[in-house]
């Protein structure tokens, strides 16, 4: 049976998002990261975040993990310095 798209659905699949942020997490351990900003800052961006996801998903349990997969890992790709750009996966 063929499933319509729906808008609210998540898009990605989880095992590059978990890579990026093993990347992420073990670049920054080893010091190739600058360190990450205060606790009060990541408070702030993590309740942006959250105000994000019930504006995208509404008021639901199950979507307060979700994340848009693209800017997600273009984000974390370009603090690691392997972000390739759009230009460069199409050439």
């Not at 990605?12 to 890579?19: C, D, T, V």
């Not at 600058?34 to 504006?55: C, F, G, N, W, Y």
Request: charged fraction near 20%; hydrophobic fraction near 35%.
């Amino acid at each position: 049976m063929f499933h319509s798209f729906k808008p609210n659905n998540p898009l990605g699949a989880l095992m590059p998002i978990s890579e990026m942020q093993c990347r992420f997490l073990v670049s920054t351990w080893i010091g190739k990261l600058k360190p990450l900003p205060s606790a009060e800052t990541m408070e702030i961006e993590i309740q942006r975040h959250k105000d994000q996801m019930v504006q995208h998903h509404g008021q639901a349990a199950r979507h307060t993990i979700q994340v848009d997969y693209a800017p997600y890992c273009d984000q974390m790709a370009k603090a690691l310095g392997c972000y390739p750009g759009r230009k460069a996966l199409v050439e």
